[in-house]
């Protein structure tokens, strides 16, 4: 099993640039959630998914979209970038609530100039 | 106040000895509570979960005070690999999907 992969591990942006964040489980976990994680700052929530069809938003979700067409993929996407959105981008997936473990995507860096 | 505070430290520990960390939470209604650790430029795994009557994994050791709403995490014969951050995550009281996450207590184990 890969575990959580996510696609790409680094990536400088322009401002007002989009871009999609890849996100893939192979655990067949019902449960997905996108954080975003600032220097010195807890993960803080975007979206997150507790199955194939339903997303819904988290504690940070202005700038963000998210799709759940299978139980394997989560992308997210940014639309316009901003310097603001300057983060470390981590993708999760768990089997049940998180009441489980969550594990993580080993992180996208992005950077918007 | 934020809803999960923890010393950032870095706290900085010789090989072999024991430290203990806390963290506090705001929302009583919170039910799950977690210890992740975090190495650096890494993604957070989880060390271990929190139950209400402590519980115990090899050389850590975790409890819960649900009255003074703080949790706690004791490291015993501390090793350099245990080096890293220590997040403290608690569940939103209202939601049993979305976690808060502390931002850390940075530990340096010193030879």
């Known amino acids: 099993n890969a575990g959580v992969t996510q696609t790409p591990k680094f990536r400088i942006l322009k401002i007002g640039q989009s871009m999609t964040l890849q996100c893939t489980q192979d655990m067949n976990h019902n449960y997905m959630y996108w954080y975003r994680q600032d220097p010195g700052m807890g993960l803080k929530l975007i979206y997150y998914s507790v199955g194939a069809g339903i997303t819904d938003k988290g504690e940070v979700p202005n700038g963000y979209n998210v799709s759940r067409s299978t139980t394997e993929d989560f992308p997210l996407r940014l639309e316009l970038a901003a310097p603001s959105q300057t983060s470390v981008y981590f993708c999760?997936?768990?089997?049940?609530?998180?009441?489980?473990?969550?594990?993580f995507g080993p992180g996208t860096r992005l950077t918007v100039l | 106040r934020k809803e999960v505070e923890q010393d950032p430290g870095p706290f900085n520990v010789p090989e072999g000895a024991t430290v203990a960390f806390n963290c506090t939470y705001s929302n009583s209604a919170s039910q799950s509570f977690f210890w992740y650790r975090q190495d650096c430029r890494k993604e957070p795994k989880l060390l271990m979960s929190?139950?209400?009557?402590?519980n115990e994994d090899g050389r850590f050791t975790a409890q819960l005070n649900r009255a003074s709403q703080y949790i706690s995490l004791l490291i015993r014969d501390s090793k350099l690999s245990d080096s890293a951050t220590y997040l403290c995550v608690v569940n939103r009281g209202d939601s049993n999907y979305q976690l808060i996450w502390g931002a850390g207590t940075k530990l340096i184990i010193k030879p």
């Open positions: 999760a997936s768990s089997y049940v609530v998180p009441g489980n473990e969550q594990f």
């Open positions: 929190v139950y209400s009557s402590g």
